[in-house]
C-alpha cells in the first residue's frame, strides 16, 4: 500500500496539538504547562452546609487525568445568601477545619494531574454584572 500522504488538515491538526501543548505565562505570572483547560462548569456537589465533599474528590482525578494545564472549579460562593445554585461550595469567612480539610482534599485530587487549581470564587457583585472571578494566586484556600 504507497504511504498515506498527509492532507492539508492533518497538518492543521498537528500544528494545533504542538500549540496546544506549549506552556503558557499568564498575565499574573503563573506558567500554565500546556492550555488545556477544563472549564468552569457548576458541580452541584456539595453537602448541605455547601462543604465540597468525596464526590468533588472523585469527579476531579477523573478530569485531571490526562495532564490539563489548568483546571477551572464551578462556581465557588463567597456569600451564602447569593447562590448561583443550591448544592455549591461556600468559602465564606474563615473556614474550620472540617472545611480546610475538604478544601485541600479537592485540591489535591485535582492537582494529581493537572498542573494548577483555579478557584472561580463567584461574588454577588461579579453575578450582577454578569461575569465571575477567577484566581490563582489569591485564594490561598483553593490553591
Ligand atoms: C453546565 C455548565 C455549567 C457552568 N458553570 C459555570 C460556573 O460554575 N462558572 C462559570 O464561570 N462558568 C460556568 N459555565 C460556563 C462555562 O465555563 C463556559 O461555557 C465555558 O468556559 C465555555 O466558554 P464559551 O461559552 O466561551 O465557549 C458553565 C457552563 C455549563 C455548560
Redesign the pocket.
Known amino acids: 500500500m504507497p504511504p498515506k500522504t498527509k492532507t492539508p488538515s492533518d497538518v492543521d491538526a498537528a500544528r494545533s496539538a504542538a500549540i496546544l501543548g506549549r506552556p503558557l505565562t499568564l498575565p499574573c505570572g503563573v506558567t500554565l504547562p500546556n492550555r488545556l483547560v477544563k ?4 458541580e452541584l456537589l456539595a453537602d448541605t452546609r455547601n462543604r465540597a465533599t468525596a464526590a468533588h474528590q472523585t469527579l476531579y482525578r477523573a478530569w485531571a487525568k490526562d495532564g490539563p494545564g489548568l483546571m ?1 472549579t ?2 465557588v460562593q463567597i456569600d451564602r445568601q447569593h447562590m ?1 445554585h443550591a448544592g455549591n461550595v461556600v468559602i465564606q469567612g474563615k473556614q474550620n477545619a472540617d472545611q480546610l480539610t475538604a478544601l485541600r482534599a479537592w485540591s489535591t485530587a485535582a492537582k494529581r494531574k493537572a498542573r494548577k487549581f483555579g478557584c ?1 470564587s ?1 461574588t454577588p457583585a461579579a453575578r450582577l454584572k454578569g461575569g ?1 472571578t477567577t484566581r490563582l494566586r489569591r485564594h490561598p484556600r483553593c490553591r
Open positions: 472549564a468552569a462548569m457548576s477551572l464551578g462556581n448561583e472561580n463567584h465571575s
